[in-house]
């Protein structure tokens, strides 16, 4: 936000973001959504639509836990947010992954070992989601930092980061 005042509201407990930074990020979710719905009538047409709109529901995901955790006040209602936000982060080199060889299929060049790994992504991608989600392996306890509320990196991180790595590269 910069240099931008956020204002607390003590009564719910929620930051009021500025006009234009609301703004800002309504205007982002609306495109994320249309872009979504725009393709969902293509669903069954085209891999590569599919596989496309995952990646951004994915994303979208978690923009909108990122922009709910920066207008809540208390860390334990923030450190929910920022765990459902963690099924997108786990999800997208899955889906990363996924795109890509939907489009390297539509060319004719996708190596038949691609077709088995897409799943295989998804599949750990989900465990690592589940971790997240229920656990402190991937993700640890929310701390309140001068940048924000954040989890703290749980003993599995380097292995996420390392799948994050390997699938998206």
Do not use: C
Request: aromatic residues 12%.
């Amino acid at each position: 936000l910069g240099d931008r005042l956020v204002h607390l509201d003590p009564r719910v407990g929620v930051a009021e973001l500025p006009d234009d930074v609301a703004d800002d990020v309504v205007e982002r979710h609306l495109v994320g959504s249309a872009v979504v719905l725009f393709y969902s009538n293509r669903l069954r047409r085209s891999a590569v639509t599919r596989a496309f709109i995952l990646l951004i529901v994915f994303v979208v995901l978690v923009y909108l836990s990122e922009l709910l955790v920066s207008r809540i006040v208390e860390p334990t209602s923030a450190e929910l947010w920022l765990r459902i936000g963690w099924i997108g982060i786990a999800m997208v080199p899955a889906a990363q992954f996924h795109l890509s060889s939907e489009l390297l299929a539509s060319t004719g060049k996708l190596p038949n070992y691609r077709r088995f790994l897409v799943p295989g992504a998804y599949i750990v991608g989900g465990i690592f989601a589940a971790l997240a989600l229920f656990t402190e392996y991937v993700a640890g306890e929310a701390v309140d930092t001068t940048q924000g509320i954040r989890l703290s990196p749980g003993p599995l991180f380097l292995l996420f980061t390392l799948y994050f790595w390997l699938v998206s590269a």
